[in-house]
């Protein structure tokens, strides 16, 4: 069982570049979000999808955007990347309100 | 906008020793309240989590006590081990959105 697979797990961009970070869940589960983790700042929320169809800004929108593809994946855009997006980037799921979050392995990416 | 606080930053225990970890929340609707420990290179991992009906949960070593009113909760780690050392996070829940706390690096020291 894989739980929650994030692609890639190290990327180094130029500024101004644009990528796709890649997730997917194999947990049947309703809820998918995207967080930043930054020294001193914990976990910040980015967007997050409650269910297929629907997404919501979290704390730090700006500068992403996301798809729900499907009940499994869900994607995370930066357009034009800045050094401010240098970041460590967690993708997690939940089966319903209140309950238990699977995070993935992480995704590390550097904007020069 | 919805806040969680987080204390202390940083804590270093003596092996067998106690800990406690504080945090506070700004969304008096929110409802769920889970503690996450994340090791090196890793994602978070659940480790105990304690709902607004509920005063106090223990689980062996672990406890988590909520005081609603005071929008107060804490993780409590008794006999703590080696391999308790890594990074606690505090959230707080209301409906589909999870707000995290802002860390606490815990170092036992052998």
Request: hydrophobic share 30%.
């Amino acid at each position: 069982n894989a739980g929650v697979t994030q692609t890639p797990k190290f990327q180094v961009l130029k500024t101004g570049q644009s990528m796709t970070l890649q997730c997917a869940q194999d947990m049947n589960h309703n809820s998918m979000y995207w967080y930043r983790q930054d020294p001193g700042m914990g976990l910040r929320l980015i967007y997050y999808s409650a269910s297929e169809g629907t997404t919501d800004k979290g704390e730090v929108p700006n500068g992403y955007n996301v798809s729900r593809l499907n009940k499994r994946e869900f994607s995370l855009r930066l357009e034009s990347a800045a050094p401010s997006q240098t970041s460590v980037y967690f993708c997690a799921s939940i089966l319903g309100s209140s309950t238990e979050a699977f995070f993935g392995q992480g995704t590390r990416l550097t904007v020069v | 906008g919805e806040n969680v606080e987080q204390h202390p930053s940083t804590l270093s225990v003596q092996e067998g020793d106690s800990a406690v970890i504080k945090c506070t929340y700004s969304d008096s609707a929110s409802n769920y309240f889970p503690w996450y420990k994340q090791e090196l290179g890793k994602g978070p991992q659940l480790i105990i989590d304690i709902r607004s009906n509920v005063g106090e949960k223990k689980d062996q070593r672990i406890a988590v006590t909520l005081n609603k009113t005071a929008k107060h909760f804490s993780l409590h780690i008794t006999e703590t081990q080696p391999e308790d050392s890594a990074v606690y996070f505090c959230a707080a829940s209301k409906n589909y959105k999870y707000i995290f706390g802002t860390g606490t690096r815990l170092k036992v020291l052998a």
